[in-house]
C-alpha cells in the first residue's frame, strides 16, 4: 500500500496529502506550524505502514482475542516462503549444470505442487472469510 501511495496519484499532486479539492490542510485553516505537524505525522504513518494498525485498540484487540487467522497465516506463510526457497535453489541448481528445466525433475513438481495448495488454502480462506480476493497476486502478497 505505501508503494502505491508514493508512487499512485497523489503523488502526482506533489506535496499534497489530499485530493486538492477535499484537502483538509487547507480547509481546516490550521497555522503553518500546525500544517507542517500534521504533514510530519502524516508521512510517519505512512512510513510505518501496516506497524500502525497494532495501534489502534480495535485491531489490537482482535489479534488478541482471535489469533488463530493470524498463527495460520503465519504458518502458510512460512511454508511458502521454505518452498519457494527449495524451488528458487533446485532451479539455481539446474541452471549451473548448463541443463534446461524440466518437468520430470521431482523436486521441481513437489515445490510448484506445494505451493499451488497453499496458493488454494489461503485464497479459499480469504473467500471464506469475506475478504476480496479479484485480481490478487497471493504469491506476491505473501512474500513481500
Same mark, same amino acid.
Given at each position: 500500500?505505501?508503494d502505491? #501511495? *508514493?508512487n499512485?496519484?497523489?503523488y502526482?499532486?506533489?506535496?499534497? *496529502?489530499?485530493?486538492?479539492e477535499r484537502n483538509l #490542510?487547507?480547509?481546516? =485553516?490550521? /497555522?503553518?506550524?500546525q500544517?507542517?505537524l500534521w504533514? !510530519?505525522?502524516?508521512? &510517519?504513518?505512512? =512510513?510505518e505502514?501496516?506497524r500502525?494498525?497494532l !495501534?489502534?485498540?480495535?485491531?489490537?484487540?482482535a #489479534?488478541?482475542? *482471535?489469533?488463530?487467522?493470524?498463527?495460520? *497465516?503465519?504458518?502458510m506463510?512460512? $511454508?511458502m $516462503?521454505?518452498?519457494?526457497l =527449495?524451488l528458487?535453489?533446485?532451479?539455481? $541448481?539446474?541452471m549451473d549444470?548448463n541443463s534446461m528445466? &524440466?518437468? %520430470? &525433475?521431482?523436486?521441481?513438481?513437489?515445490?510448484?505442487?506445494?505451493? %499451488?495448495k497453499?496458493?488454494?488454502g489461503?485464497?479459499? !480462506?480469504m &473467500?471464506l472469510e469475506? /475478504?476480496?480476493?479479484?485480481g #490478487?497476486?497471493i504469491t $506476491?502478497?505473501?512474500? /513481500?
Amino acid at each position: 500500500m505505501r508503494d502505491w #501511495i *508514493y508512487n499512485g496519484p497523489l503523488y502526482l499532486l506533489g506535496n499534497y *496529502y489530499m485530493i486538492p479539492e477535499r484537502n483538509l #490542510i487547507v480547509a481546516s =485553516e490550521l /497555522s503553518n506550524e500546525q500544517q507542517l505537524l500534521w504533514v !510530519r505525522i502524516i508521512t &510517519d504513518m505512512m =512510513e510505518e505502514g501496516p506497524r500502525l494498525l497494532l !495501534r489502534l485498540k480495535t485491531f489490537r484487540q482482535a #489479534i488478541i482475542g *482471535y489469533p488463530e487467522p493470524l498463527i495460520w *497465516y503465519s504458518k502458510m506463510r512460512t $511454508e511458502m $516462503e521454505m518452498w519457494m526457497l =527449495e524451488l528458487y535453489n533446485r532451479l539455481m $541448481e539446474i541452471m549451473d549444470t548448463n541443463s534446461m528445466v &524440466d518437468e %520430470t &525433475d521431482t523436486i521441481v513438481q513437489t515445490c510448484r505442487k506445494r505451493t %499451488t495448495k497453499i496458493r488454494r488454502g489461503v485464497l479459499w !480462506r480469504m &473467500d471464506l472469510e469475506g /475478504s476480496t480476493v479479484n485480481g #490478487i497476486n497471493i504469491t $506476491e502478497t505473501m512474500l /513481500s
